[in-house]
């Protein structure tokens, strides 16, 4: 299992879990992460910037301190 934030341009992998407080937990849901769903990195800001994800048709970007507190698994 590893973080969102670990994930290269391309890869994709599934959510396991997220590690967050009600209120990001709450938000993140509503955008559609939820333990199981397929999730694919599109494009990484440089220096160490947002995070551009794609979860069925629904592209969302994430600062990487949001990224990290995804945990992914089974990358393929």
Do not use: Q, W, Y
């Not at 160490?48 to 048709?57: A, K, L, Q």
């Amino acid at each position: 299992m590893t973080s969102l934030d670990f994930l290269n341009v391309g890869d994709s992998a599934h959510i396991h879990a997220i590690d967050a407080e009600a209120s990001l937990l709450h938000r993140l849901s509503a955008l559609g992460f939820r333990s199981g769903k397929r999730i694919k990195v599109i494009r990484r800001a440089k220096f160490n910037g947002p995070i551009h994800v794609r979860i069925g048709t629904t592209d969302i970007i994430l600062r990487t301190t949001e990224a990290r507190r995804i945990k992914t698994s089974h990358a393929v």
